[in-house]
C-alpha cells in the first residue's frame, strides 16, 4: 500500500495535529476498519453514501469495520442532491444517532459524497473527524484531497463551504473496475494534467501506459491484474503531486491556482452548454489543449510538447476539439468564471511538459486563435 503525507501545520487553536495520510492499495477496502481501530479515532461511525457505491461496495467496507458501532445513510446519486436540504438530512441522521465530538463520518463514493459528507463533518458540532474513502477516479486523484467541502446554491457550484481536512484519505484502486468508462475519462483528465503541471516523468510514464487506462483493461483476469498496478501508481503519484500543492497553498492564495490548468477554459465550456454536452473531465481537456495553444501563441511552449498533449489525452479517449462551440461565445464566458481577480483573467499555461506559469492579461486575440484552432468557430 503506498503512503502520501499531506503536510499542514498543526491548528493554531489548541495546536491539534492536521496532517494525514492519504494510503492507496488494491482491494484494500476492508483493512479500513482495523486502521481506524489502531487509531482509536471514534466510538461510532457514520458512513455518508449513495445507493450504487452502498450496493457495490458498502459490504465490504463495514465487514472490516465490525468492532465499531457504526450506521449507514444513502443520499440519492448525482450533483443535483448536493445541496442544502441534504447536508440538513445528514445532520438529523448525525444527531439521531446521538453523535457528538467522538463521532465520526466515513465518506463513501464519488466527489459529490466527498464534499457533502466533508461538509456536514465541518458543521456538525463545529468540527468532527471524518475519512475520506473515494470511490471514482476523480475523487481519488482530487476531490478527496485537499479539504474543499461544500455544497451548491441554485446561483452557482460550490458556492457555500469551507476547508476543512479529512483525518485520513483511503483509497482502494479496485473500486474504478466498476466505473463508467465516461466517468473514468473524467478522472482522467486530472490525472494528465498533474503531468503536464508538475511532472514530466509522469507524463511519460502516461504516455507509455496508456493502453492500461481504460475499461477494457478490467474486462481479463490477467488485463486487470496489470492495469491495477499501473492504477495504483497513477492514482498514489496523482495523490502525491495534489498533496505537495495543498502543502504549499491550503487555502487557495496563489500556488494552488495551478491546478486550473485546463480549467478557465473547461468551465467557460461547461457554462455555455448548461453542464449538459461536455462533463467536466471532458470540459477540462478541451480547455489543456487551448491552453496549451495559447501558450504556444505566447512562445512559452513548443509544438512538440503541445503534440504530446493532444495525442495522450486523445489516447485516453478525451475529446481535444470543442466541436463547432462559438470562439466568441467561449470568450465572453470566460468574463464571468471565478479566476477574474480584480478585472484581471488568469490563466495557467505550459512552459514546457512538467512546469506552469500564471499569466494576466493575455491578449483577447490570442485567446480567440487558440479557440479556432481547438475546435471553435
Ligand atoms: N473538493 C474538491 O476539491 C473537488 C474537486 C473536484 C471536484 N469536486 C466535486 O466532485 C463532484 C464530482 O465528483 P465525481 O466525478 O466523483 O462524480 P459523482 O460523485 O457524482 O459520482 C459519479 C457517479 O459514479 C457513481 N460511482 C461512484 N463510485 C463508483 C464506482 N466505484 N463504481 C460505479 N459507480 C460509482 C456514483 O454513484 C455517481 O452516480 C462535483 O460535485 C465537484 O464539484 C470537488
Known amino acids: 500500500m503506498a503512503r502520501i503525507k499531506v503536510e499542514l501545520p498543526a491548528s493554531p487553536a489548541g495546536g491539534k495535529e492536521r496532517s494525514y495520510d492519504i494510503l492507496v492499495g488494491i482491494d484494500s477496502l476492508a483493512d479500513l476498519g482495523e486502521i481506524i481501530e489502531k487509531l482509536s479515532w471514534c466510538q461510532d461511525i457514520l458512513i455518508i453514501t449513495d445507493p450504487q457505491v452502498n450496493n457495490l461496495y458498502g459490504d465490504k467496507l463495514r465487514c472490516g469495520l465490525k468492532n465499531i458501532k457504526n450506521s449507514t445513510i444513502e443520499v440519492p446519486r448525482g450533483e443535483r442532491y448536493k445541496n442544502l436540504q441534504t447536508a440538513s438530512k445528514l445532520y438529523d441522521a448525525l ?39 473515494p470511490t471514482t477516479l476523480l475523487a481519488q486523484v482530487d476531490a478527496a484531497i485537499g479539504g474543499k467541502t461544500g455544497v451548491n446554491h441554485p446561483k452557482c457550484k460550490n458556492l457555500i463551504g469551507s476547508f476543512y481536512q479529512p483525518g485520513l484519505v483511503f483509497i482502494d484502486v479496485k473500486t474504478l473496475t466498476t466505473l463508467p468508462a465516461r466517468e473514468l475519462r473524467t478522472g482522467l483528465a486530472e490525472v494528465v494534467k498533474y503531468g503536464v503541471i508538475e511532472d514530466a516523468d509522469f507524463f511519460k510514464f502516461l504516455e507509455a501506459n496508456s493502453h492500461h487506462l481504460n475499461t477494457k483493461a478490467f474486462e481479463a483476469p490477467d488485463t486487470l491484474r496489470a492495469a491495477l498496478k499501473v492504477w495504483e501508481i497513477i492514482v498514489a503519484e496523482s495523490a502525491k503531486i495534489k498533496a505537495k500543492i495543498v502543502a504549499r497553498d491550503e487555502t487557495e492564495q496563489g500556488l494552488r491556482m495551478i491546478l486550473n490548468f485546463g480549467h478557465t477554459i473547461g468551465h467557460a465550456i461547461e457554462t455555455l452548454t448548461k453542464y449538459y454536452a461536455y462533463n467536466h473531465g471532458e470540459a477540462v481537456a478541451i480547455g489543456m489543449v487551448a491552453a496549451a495553444k495559447i501558450a504556444r501563441h505566447l512562445d512559452l511552449l513548443d509544438k512538440e510538447s503541445v503534440q504530446r498533449i493532444v495525442n495522450l489525452l486523445d489516447k485516453v479517449g478525451l475529446a481535444t476539439q470543442a466541436g463547432g462551440l462559438s470562439a466568441r461565445k467561449v470568450v465572453q ?34 485567446i480567440t486563435q487558440a479557440l479556432l484552432e481547438t475546435g471553435c468557430k
Open 95 to 133: 444527531a439521531k444517532n446521538s453523535a457528538h465530538r467522538d463521532s465520526m463520518i466515513i465518506a463513501l463514493g464519488g466527489g459529490v459524497i466527498g464534499d457533502l459528507a466533508g461538509f456536514a463533518a465541518a458543521t456538525y458540532m463545529r468540527g468532527i473527524r471524518y475519512v475520506q474513502v
Open 333 to 366: 464566458a470566460l468574463g464571468i468564471d471565478k479566476k477574474v481577480i480584480k478585472g484581471k483573467l488568469r490563466f495557467v499555461v505550459p512552459e514546457k511538459i512538467g512546469k506552469v506559469v500564471i499569466k494576466d492579461n493575455i491578449p483577447t486575440r490570442i
